[in-house]
C-alpha cells in the first residue's frame, strides 16, 4: 500500500520513517517544507533566492 499526502512525499524522495516523522512534527507547528528538484545550478540559484528574502 502506498502513503498519500506529505508523509508519503517524504518516504517516496527517500526520507526514512523516523525523518518523515520528525519532518511531519514540525510541519503541524506552522513551519514550511520546501522540496526542490533540478540541477545543481538550479539549487544554487533557488537557495540564493530564498536566502535574498531571508535577509529583506
Do not use: C, W
Request: glycine share 10%; hydrophobic share 35%; net charge neutral.
Amino acid at each position: 500500500m502506498l502513503s498519500s499526502g506529505p508523509y508519503g512525499i517524504l518516504r517516496g524522495i527517500g526520507a526514512t520513517e523516523s525523518q518523515a516523522a520528525a519532518h511531519l512534527k514540525v510541519l503541524n507547528n506552522g513551519t514550511y517544507l520546501l522540496i526542490f528538484r533540478g540541477t545543481e545550478t538550479d539549487l544554487e540559484n533557488y537557495k540564493r533566492i530564498l536566502e535574498e528574502k531571508e535577509n529583506r
